[in-house]
T-cell receptor, first 112, second 111 residues
Framework: DGGITQSPKYLFRKEGQNVTLSCEQN?????MYWYRQDPGQGLRLIYY???????QKGDIAEGYSVSREKKESFPLTVTSAQKNPTAFYLC???????????FGEGSRLTVL | EDKVVQSPLSLVVHEGDTVTLNCSYE??????LLWYKQEKKAPTFLFML????IEKKSGRLSSILDKKELFSILNITATQTGDSAVYLC???????????FGTGTSLTVIP
C-alpha cells in the first residue's frame, strides 16, 4: 500500500544525544515536510524539501538538520542543540500541484 | 505575518449535537484552505477549499469558505463518539510550498 512510514514510533534519548527520525514515502511525491506538534499548539514547520538534494528551513529549524539524498527518504536529526526536543514529530509529503499533505503516523520523542 | 486562528480551542458535546468549528486566516495571496482530522497520530485529510470550490460536503461533515471575510467553518451534524478528535485547519499561499496550521480544535463527543 502507498503511504508514509515513520520510525521509530517511540524514542527515548538522554540529554546531549543526537537522534535521527526516519521518514520514507512510496507515493512518488516530490515535496516532503517535517512538523513538530506540542500539546495545545498546532503543527510547526521544521524543514521542507521540494526536490532531491534541496531543502529549506521552516519556522523552528534551530537544533534540527535534514538531508534529502533520495526522493523517497527525508530523515530528520534532532541534535543536542535543540533545547526542548520532547515532542511529537510528523512527516508529510505533498501531492503535485495544489494538493493536500499526506502524513505519517508520527514519532514521539522523549528526552530523559 | 501569515496567521491561522481556530476557535474554539476545545468543545464537549453530546452525541447527536451539531457543532461548528471556525478557522480564520490572514495569508498573503491565498491559494487554498484544508481541514484535517487527527484522532491519535496521523492527521487525515477531510476537505480542501479554493476559490473555485468554496463549499464541500461529505456525509455529516460540510465546510464552507468565505474568501471575503477570510474564514472557513467546518460543520458536523448528528455527532458520534467517533467524531472525537482534534480538527486542524491549514492555509496554503500561492507559492504552494508551505502549509500554515492553526492550533486545532479538540472535539469530545460524549454518549
Amino acid at each position: 500500500d502507498g503511504g508514509i512510514t515513520q520510525s521509530p514510533k517511540y524514542l527515548f534519548r538522554k540529554e546531549g544525544q543526537n537522534v535521527t527520525l526516519s521518514c520514507e514515502q512510496n507515493l512518488n511525491h516530490d515535496a516532503m515536510y517535517w512538523y513538530r506538534q506540542d500539546p495545545g499548539q498546532g503543527l510547526r514547520l521544521i524543514y521542507y524539501s521540494q526536490i532531491v538534494n534541496d531543502f529549506q528551513k521552516g519556522d523552528i529549524a534551530e537544533g534540527y538538520s535534514v538531508s534529502r539524498e533520495k526522493k523517497e527518504s527525508f530523515p530528520l536529526t534532532v541534535t543536542s542543540a535543540q533545547k526542548n526536543p520532547t515532542a511529537f514529530y510528523l512527516c508529510a509529503s505533498k501531492s503535485p500541484g495544489a494538493g493536500e499533505l499526506f502524513f505519517g503516523e508520527g514519532s514521539r520523542l522523549t528526552v530523559l | 505575518e501569515d496567521k491561522v486562528v481556530q476557535s474554539p480551542l476545545s468543545l464537549v458535546v453530546h452525541e447527536g449535537d451539531t457543532v461548528t468549528l471556525n478557522c480564520s486566516y490572514e495569508v498573503t495571496n491565498f491559494r487554498s484552505l484544508l481541514w484535517y482530522k487527527q484522532e491519535k497520530k496521523a492527521p487525515t485529510f477531510l476537505f480542501m477549499l479554493t476559490s473555485s470550490g468554496i463549499e464541500k460536503k461529505s456525509g455529516r461533515l460540510s465546510s464552507i469558505l468565505d474568501k471575503k471575510e477570510l474564514f472557513s467553518i467546518l460543520n458536523i451534524t448528528a455527532t458520534q463518539t467517533g467524531d472525537s478528535a482534534v480538527y486542524l485547519c491549514a492555509v496554503v499561499p500561492n507559492t504552494g510550498n508551505q502549509f500554515y496550521f492553526g492550533t486545532g480544535t479538540s472535539l469530545t463527543v460524549i454518549p
